[in-house]
């Protein structure tokens, strides 16, 4: 079956690569750099499991910036482009959907669309009615920055937002090229898919907000922060994972995700969204505070990235740090080796870890790693647990 798969990021890309074992697959994105990379089999991001397949399996998968190649005779069209969060207008941005979805109609009008990006609540159900099209449905994705394609592998579900024999031969399509044998897989309306998905994200930064909020507390009190999680998380009905403070939720997908679902909820009686989102705005204020109280010169930022195993810091809860800081008129260096350019966000980017270090009085991390062991009195770090 030829594929086509618009947007060449996380999800796109890991999709890309598990649907390309076992169909025709064409790739389609605006970057020419990105392009040349995937035809190489070299990934432009960081992800084993990409990096692995891309070197060891026989992937029909080709790159373009020829979309009309791509889409033409495909029998479903991915969607899966940013939909950044435009904080005007309480929405997300979908013109680069729309944007593919224009060009199916033009090129291939018979094409089943599935979008892939996340959207707002109701959105599939407008599009059908402003474009008068009926080939489109919503398909929510669940992964992990670095470790999509293994998500894609060893899904914890398959939702596909259409009752329908094409819903069905999709998810047949994940499923086939999945290496996990038991799959859940939903079919449901897109417009309760679509609610799916915003409300497993505000779950997870709900769950990150608790044990920040935890943390926040036994730090101020002089608690033992790992002995009081460790206590309440043996409880079965809450779990020990997804539990290891942090400088605040952050990713590409859970401010935005949490920031919808707040603004879908006008006109509906709600107390725990909009505390949620209030929640990370606290929770940095709280870091910069203790920063502050060591009194520092110079501060250095360990890492710009969310998550260890990940080279993605967009929107990444350390930038809302460094921000702070400035505030406070504080120098601010940063070691970021997958940075190019000498500065970031008007700071100074050292690439040698011995005179980043040196110049630093206060080094903080989000996530500690080996590499800070021979500075660890320098720095301050909520992780805990030494995990994501």
Same mark, same amino acid.
């Given at each position: 079956m @030829?594929?086509? =798969?618009?947007g060449t990021g996380y999800v796109g890309l890991s999709l890309a690569t598990l649907l390309s074992q076992k169909n025709e697959v064409y790739a389609i994105d605006i970057i020419p750099e990105k392009v040349d990379m995937i035809n190489k089999r070299v990934s432009p991001i960081r992800d084993e499991y990409i990096e $692995?397949? +891309?070197?060891?399996k026989e992937l029909n998968l080709t790159a373009t910036l020829d979309y009309k190649e791509a889409i033409k005779d495909a029998e479903y069209v991915v969607i899966s482009t940013p939909t950044n969060y435009d904080t005007e207008t309480n929405y997300f941005d979908t013109s680069s959907v729309e944007d593919i979805i224009k060009k199916v109609i033009e090129v291939n009008p018979n094409a089943t669309m599935v979008v892939k990006s996340t959207i707002p =609540?109701? +959105?599939? @159900?407008? =599009? $059908?009615? $402003?474009?008068?099209i009926d080939n489109i449905l919503f398909s929510p994705e669940f992964l992990r920055e670095g470790k999509a394609l293994y998500d894609n592998l060893y899904p914890s579900r398959i939702i596909v937002g259409e009752k329908s024999e094409r819903a069905t031969i999709f998810a047949n399509l994940l499923k086939e090229c999945a290496l996990k044998e038991d799959i859940d897989v939903l079919f449901m309306n897109s417009t309760e898919a679509e609610a799916v998905k915003l409300f497993a994200n505000t779950y997870l930064a709900l769950r990150v907000a608790y044990f920040n909020e935890l943390d926040t507390y036994a730090e101020i009190n002089g608690l033992n922060t790992k002995d009081i999680i460790d206590g309440v998380c043996l409880d079965p009905r809450i779990g020990t994972h997804y539990n290891n403070p942090s400088f605040g939720y952050g990713g590409y997908c859970l401010p935005k995700d949490t920031k919808q679902l707040l603004a879908n909820y006008n006109n509906v009686p709600q107390n725990l969204i909009r505390a949620i989102v209030r929640s990370n705005k606290t929770r940095k204020n709280h870091i910069t505070e203790m920063i502050m109280r060591k009194n520092p010169d110079v501060v250095g930022i360990y890492r710009l990235t969310m998550k260890s195993e990940s080279d993605n810091f967009r929107s990444s809860a350390i930038q809302g740090i460094i921000r702070r800081l400035k505030d406070e008129d504080v120098e601010v260096v940063i070691y970021e080796p997958t940075? @190019? &350019? &000498?500065? +970031?966000?008007d700071c100074r980017v050292i690439k040698d870890f011995k005179e980043f270090s040196n110049e630093s009085d206060v080094i903080i991390a989000n996530r500690f790693e080996s590499t800070l062991e021979?500075? $660890? &009195?320098k720095i301050y770090t909520r992780d805990i647990f030494f995990r994501d």
């Open positions: @030829k594929i086509a =798969v618009a $692995k397949y +891309f070197a060891e =609540v109701g +959105f599939i @159900k407008g =599009v $059908k009615e $402003k474009y008068n940075l @190019k &350019d &000498d500065t +970031f966000a021979p500075v $660890k &009195d």
